[in-house]
């Protein structure tokens, strides 16, 4: 990905909002009008990809009666692809997680390499720079060179970026809002200021990073390796600019890292609902802790991303992956040793034993009853009354296995319970 993280948060965030809203409103198709095909996931068109595209993309993460109900959209735009909009809603149904992995694994390369085509100078800018003009090709495909009023500044953008001239664009990209003031499209009105902030932020971020960091002998402005507080009004290195406190807007980044830290059994990170907040910082400390790092960076900088996919690199001694370290003291603990610490654990116990109490003479009369031919059940002589033609042992036996399900629900809460504790998910 050539893009910053930053970028990317963009370009979902103008596609679908964020996760919970594309989980209400995005998961059925939709047609964004114009000439516009069929539209699933985070902005992949049916209708300008084939077939086979479509095969290939979502091969991994759909099932093969969603996929060929895709197909049959390919190539389907404008009037055509609306006209089958209620069709393919009926159909077709893109989880949260089959849509991020084909936007990042299929989607925005696509859209990266259209854009080094068509400006392979901007193989030069910094990954934040770099990332708006992906946002603008992914909204407005790779009309660098298209002729035309319409497509002025992307003209424009071209030659400037060519140049060398960067400072010039950001005044280009709010200048096409002018395509959206009437009609009025808020939307897009939005996005370009933000592409056009997020430029010259990190045109800043990168203008800091060449004046302040240790020369590494690599020319390459990357906004991704800047470590530096800002002070006064400045603004904050681009990578950052999206991680606001848990509530804030949502970052596609820090849903990433949740994740990672879950797999690796660092569960105080909570929900990986894409939030930076408490348990995020707890989690980023933790783990940093338990890696030899300096655990007060508790959020996303380039020696967290890089012990990440150190971790997820090594290997334990008996060749397993690693995963979170558990004291010896943890990891054996018994449902005895942890009923004094944990309420749930410790009313299992008088679970168990009321599944006993209830169980046992139950189960031993009808074993008489079958061996003997006694009929030790008195107590439940009304029901015997009222339902004689039922043999007692029949309802002795269902005694003893409402016991025996007590019993097992209690002892699986309780296991539950343990594991969680051994691998560090409870306290």
């Known amino acids: ?63 093969p009666d969603v996929i060929r109900a895709m197909q049959r959209y390919a190539g389907e735009t404008g009037t ?33 390499a259209s854009t080094l085509r068509a400006i392979p100078a901007a193989d030069k800018l910094p990954a934040g720079c770099f990332g708006v003009l992906a946002s603008l090709t992914y909204n407005r495909g790779a009309s660098y060179t298209k002729q035309g009023d319409r497509y002025a500044e992307m003209r424009n953008i071209r ?12 005044a280009e990209i709010r200048a096409m809002k002018r395509l959206w003031q009437n009609p009025r499209v808020p939307g897009l009105l939005r996005r370009r200021d933000e592409e056009a902030d997020l430029w010259r932020a990190s045109l800043h ?31 904050a290195p681009e990578q950052h ?21 879950i797999d690796f059994k660092y569960f105080e990170v909570g929900e990986p609902d894409g939030l930076m907040g408490g348990k995020f910082v707890a989690g980023v400390a ?3 802790t338990d890696r030899g790092k300096d655990p007060n960076r508790g959020r996303i900088t380039p020696d967290l991303k890089a012990e990440l996919a150190a971790a997820k690199a090594d290997k334990l001694p008996d060749g397993s992956p690693w995963s979170r370290p558990i004291a010896t003291t943890r990891a054996n603990a018994t449902a005895k040793d942890i009923a004094p610490k944990v309420a749930s654990v410790n009313a299992t116990w008088y679970t168990k034993l009321l599944a006993w109490i209830m169980g046992a003479p139950a189960a031993i009369g009808a074993g008489m009853k079958t061996l003997f031919g006694d009929d030790p059940t008195s107590y439940i002589g009304k029901i015997k009354d009222t339902l004689s033609a039922v043999p007692t042992e ?33 306290n």
Not at 159 to 170: I, K, P
Not at 256 to 261: A, E, F, M, N, Y
């Open 205 to 235: 971020a990168a203008k800091v990073d060449t004046t302040s960091r240790v020369d590494t002998g690599d020319d390459r402005d990357d906004p991704e390796e800047v470590d530096v507080t800002p002070t006064g009004n400045e603004p």
């Open 286 to 288: 933790a783990f940093m």
């Open 1 to 63: 990905m050539r893009s910053s993280r930053a970028a990317v948060d963009l370009i979902v965030a103008h596609e679908v909002t964020s996760k919970e809203v594309y989980e209400k409103k995005y998961q059925r198709p939709e047609w964004p009008g114009g000439a516009s095909g069929i539209t699933v996931g985070i902005g992949y068109d049916l209708g300008y990809n084939t077939r086979d595209d479509i095969l290939e993309d979502w091969k991994n993460y759909l099932t």
């Open 394 to 426: 029949f309802w002795l036996l269902g005694v003893a296995a409402l016991a025996a399900g007590i019993f097992l629900a209690a002892k699986t809460a309780q296991d539950a319970t343990v594991k969680d504790y051994n691998e560090g998910k409870i």
């Open 159 to 170: 030659t400037l970026v060519t140049s060398g001239d960067w400072e010039r664009v950001e």
């Open 80 to 112: 055509r692809a609306r006209a089958a909009l209620a069709e393919a809603r009926r159909d077709i149904n893109v989880s949260w997680d089959a849509a991020m992995q084909v936007f990042m694994k299929t989607s925005l390369p696509k859209f990266e």
């Open 241 to 261: 600019a999206n991680i606001q406190p848990h509530g804030g807007k949502y970052s596609l980044e820090v849903e990433l890292i949740q994740r990672q830290l």
